[in-house]
């Protein structure tokens, strides 16, 4: 089915021309989906659809046979953390409208817990990681509860201060090792194992959320997000909703931290330092909000930097604001938006 | 219309500050009635379905629907108890399909009871309900983004989304402004529909000509407080109400 | 005694440190996150032109205080003005200011220009010495805060009573669309909100500094100070900060005096999610969300 939805135009002068000209864009010829229907019909259009996705999920498969050494495939996973909290921000931010400027508590929380698995009660470590992520996400979910039914802001809020108040409470406390943490907590020991474990939850949740904001629980999500009074009116408990949506998002935020535990070997309060909240939210704006897809290149764009940057201290967390700020005032649609623009249309300039 | 108290109003009242903006009003309805609520602008129409329907909480009075207390519950709880409404600024979710917009309604906690959990295709269901309020089933425009619908469309959403819900009791506020005479000409069968269908109604209209060829009694407000009581005819022969309108609606449409 | 006294004065900080953000926040309704940056700011300003420069200290205080209040009014006339109305970008992105300027600080020797490296930094006192009340040795410099903090909220009350701008304030804090109607710029008010809480949070800054050392780390302290203030107290509501900062005054001082110092940052969570569970929009919150939407 071809359908034309017609074409924005553009009003501009081109630059040094006294004539008139105009930007048009225009659908490129290859239409095959439009609202929500698809419709496909030949191998060509088969290919457009799949192409960029094949092409994520064959360069991300690929990532740590490319990476130079082992080194770098210890950044790449770093970077596939950081990627799910990204996504995770994502997430919660655009579909459920919940916008958390404390991944951090996420990080630390399931840290902790599965650490705790696994440093005093011996657990396998793939057992620890999960027990990490769901009880994490539960404890995460039911502390930031309260917050749910208020306005959005009361939960940014409240989700900034955790992470500082938490790391203050084991400090206070000399809890889980205090200060100087807990080791070591053994992991997977293997590279590979590593690398290929991020990969997989990073593309399981991107292929996962994307399916499920398009069924009915996704629906609810995107329906309180924009419009909770109608929600309200239909007879469903916005807090509820909110509920199930922040749990979900808990379960990415939290494995990142139960990851990052059993990577380092290494349990303490660096699982709470605001780089888990931050650069998520750099990789975010930069990369495309709502996309899914651009906060994870984001981040898999920007861990990397950083590490270039590894030896200014602390000036790492100056370029992820700075590009957070840059995006949002100048780019705002982000990467990842943009580049999908691009493929579906094309802009010519015409003249008037 | 039948003997059955659906929904009992007294003395309800709301304040904002100093402003009195519904003024002890009570009134009784019985199931089946259509009842029009009518006065001028900010007499505090949409504030007294607020207060019934939860998104506000009264400063004093009872609400009893069925019997049951729902004063200042909260609106999810009261939708739950079978009272739906429109809003009278529309609130589509603009970027799903028409029919998309009824999944929230289906997906309620209300609909499941009634369903016993087996609804079965949410979407048939869906674009069933769409015909029911005048969306033609076989053209396009169920499928379309909600955003991008004409405003008579839009309306008919709002009663959709109540539908959905099966409710017992619908309170529409102002489902005929801002349409064409086409148009109403269109909704007043669909609202007869709901009443024929065993739904009671509570409309809240400017627009009086139609209101009164659906509705067998009115309640006028003004600053607040209920003017009068009673069937249409009976209610705009009354001094008061036409010195509350001062002649602007009055004259034009009687 | 002790407690009461000392209380009293911590209290006086919590307030102190919250004035501006709550002052920003009521009038703009902008969450304001580099409030704690604007405070560190202002101690490591004062410092380097007391200490670099020579300049005489009440000068350097004043200076910084115009620099930080033009840096406040810039902030937002150059960046929060475009991301306004989207609470998640103003949050966002005056946090992120907030970095740039916190870990900024923390950068050491930039072209001779040192930043904060060990725990040297530090303000003089305005008035050395102590003095006896009721059995309790206070120093001079912990009155002054006292007196600051009263000046400080009788100069506010005052001012948006009496004074135009600040019933301006009044009118955009209560209701900004009639606000606008009549006739009151909201943008600019915004510009003069922000001014004053940059000020008031340098205020705070010059004030407080004296009792300890200047970190970065106290920006995020602060940040959180005045934000656990606040949703304790209701957003955008004085008379709850005043009050959440007299409960959190008085109950870490206790803590520090009956054998728990280490356990204050327990008691200020306990708080906070207790407060969140009976009372969610907090003390004074003027929680009427659904009613001003419907």
């Avoid at chain 2, 739906?84 to 209300?110: C, D, E, H, W």
């Avoid at chain 3, 304790?232 to 009050?243: D, K, P």
Wanted: charged share 15%; aromatic share 10%; net charge positive.
């Amino acid at each position: 089915m071809r359908t034309d939805t017609g074409f924005l135009r553009n009003l501009g002068k081109r630059r040094g021309s006294q004539e008139d000209w105009r930007r048009e864009r225009l659908d490129r010829g290859l239409k095959v989906r439009t609202e929500g229907l698809y419709a496909v019909s030949s191998w060509r259009e088969i290919l457009y659809l799949v192409g960029p996705r094949a092409l994520l999920v064959l360069g991300l498969l690929l990532l740590p046979v490319l990476a130079p050494n082992l080194y770098w495939q210890r950044v790449l996973c770093v970077a596939g953390a950081y990627a799910l909290l990204a996504i995770t921000f994502d997430f919660l931010a655009n579909y459920v409208g919940l916008v958390c400027v404390g991944g951090a508590f996420m990080t630390g929380v399931g840290g902790y817990v599965s650490g705790i698995f696994t440093y005093y009660l011996g657990f396998p470590w793939p057992v620890s990681i999960l027990l990490g992520t769901v009880l994490g996400a539960v404890i995460v979910t039911l502390l930031w509860l309260p917050s749910l039914p208020l306005r959005g802001i009361y939960f940014a809020i409240l989700t900034f201060m955790f992470p500082f108040l938490a790391r203050g409470i084991i400090l206070a406390l000399d809890a889980f090792g205090g200060t100087l943490g807990l080791g070591p907590v053994y992991g997977a020991d293997n590279i590979w194992v590593e690398n290929y474990l991020v990969i997989a939850v990073m593309l399981v949740a991107v292929f996962a959320l994307r399916r499920l904001v398009g069924e009915d629980v996704g629906i609810l999500f995107l329906g309180v997000k924009d419009n909770d009074l109608a929600v309200l009116a239909s007879g469903i408990s916005i807090t509820r909703v909110k509920a199930k949506g922040l749990f979900i998002g808990a379960l990415g935020g939290c494995f990142a931290g139960a990851y990052i535990v059993h990577l380092y070997n290494f349990m303490g309060t660096s699982l709470f330092a605001t780089d888990f909240s931050i650069l998520p939210i750099a990789a975010t704006v930069m990369g495309g909000s709502g996309t899914l897809v651009g906060p994870m290149l984001g981040a898999l764009i920007l861990t990397p930097l950083s590490e270039l940057l590894r030896g200014f201290g602390q000036l790492r967390v100056v370029l992820y604001a700075l590009v957070l700020i840059g995006f949002i005032m100048f780019k705002p649609e982000g990467i990842v938006n943009w580049l999908t623009r691009k493929y579906h249309q094309f802009e010519q300039w015409k003249k008037v | 219309m039948t003997d059955e108290r659906i929904l009992e109003v007294t003395d309800l009242a709301k304040s904002f500050g100093g402003v009195r903006a519904v003024d002890d009003v009570s009134f009784n309805l019985n199931r089946g009635e259509i009842m029009g609520v009518i006065g001028p602008n900010g007499s505090g129409k949409t504030s007294l379905v607020n207060l019934i329907t939860g998104f506000v909480k009264p400063s004093s009075g009872k609400v009893l629907f069925k019997g049951q207390d729902i004063t200042g519950k909260a609106p999810n709880k009261i939708a739950d108890y079978g009272i739906a409404r429109t809003f009278q600024v529309m609130r589509p979710y603009g970027s799903l399909a028409a029919y998309k917009n009824l999944i929230v309604p289906l997906t309620s906690p209300r609909v499941k009871r009634a369903t016993g959990g087996k609804l079965g295709d949410r979407d048939a269901v869906a674009i069933d309900i769409l015909e029911e309020v005048g969306f033609e089933r076989d053209a396009y425009v169920p499928y379309k983004v909600a955003s991008s619908l004409p405003l008579g469309y839009l309306k008919r959403l709002e009663l959709a989304r109540c539908l959905a819900l099966r409710p017992e009791l619908i309170i529409c506020d102002e489902v005929f402004s801002g349409l064409s005479m086409a148009e109403i000409a269109t909704m007043v069968p669909v609202v007869e529909r709901l009443r024929i269908n065993g739904i009671t109604l509570i409309m809240i209209e400017h627009r009086l000509r139609e209101l009164f060829s659906l509705a067998n009694r009115v309640i006028v407000l003004n600053f607040g407080s209920k003017l009068a009581d009673g069937p249409p005819d009976e209610v705009m022969a009354r001094d008061e109400v036409k010195a509350a309108y001062m002649g602007t609606e009055v004259a034009a449409t009687c | 005694m002790d407690v009461l006294i000392y209380g009293l004065v911590n209290s006086v900080v919590y307030m102190l440190m919250a004035a501006g953000f709550t002052l920003v926040y009521g009038v703009s309704r902008l969450p304001n996150f580099a409030h704690g940056a604007l405070y560190v700011l202002t101690g490591f300003l004062t410092w380097t032109f007391v200490n670099s420069l020579n300049l005489n200290y009440f000068l350097s205080i004043v200076i910084t205080l115009v620099i930080v209040s033009a840096l406040g009014a810039g902030l937002y006339a150059f960046v929060l003005k475009r991301v306004r109305g989207m609470p998640v970008s103003e949050i966002i992105v005056s946090f992120a200011i907030a970095l740039i300027i916190l870990e900024g600080l923390r950068l050491q020797d930039i072209g001779g220009f040192k930043g904060f490296i060990g725990s040297s930094y530090s303000l003089p006192a305005f008035l050395q010495g102590t003095f006896s009340i009721a059995g309790v040795t206070l120093d001079y410099q912990r009155l002054l805060i006292i007196v600051v903090g009263v000046v400080v909220v009788v100069g506010m009350w005052v001012f948006t009573r009496h004074q135009k701008v600040g019933l301006a304030f009044r009118g955009m804090a209560q209701d900004e669309r009639a606000a606008m109607m009549l006739g009151i710029d909201s943008d600019r008010m915004a510009v003069v909100a922000l001014a004053v809480g940059s000020a008031l949070a340098g205020v705070a800054a010059v004030t407080i500094y004296p009792l300890g050392q200047i970190t970065a780390e106290s920006g995020y302290h602060v940040l959180n100070a005045a934000l656990a203030v606040c949703i304790v107290g209701g957003l955008g509501s004085w008379m709850g900060a005043i009050l959440a900062s007299f409960i959190f005054g008085f109950a870490t001082t206790a803590a520090a005096f009956f054998g728990a110092p280490r356990y204050q940052d327990v008691i200020l969570f306990a708080l906070i999610i207790l407060v969140l569970i009976v009372r969610p929009s907090g003390l004074f919150g003027r929680q009427k969300e659904l009613e001003e939407r419907v």
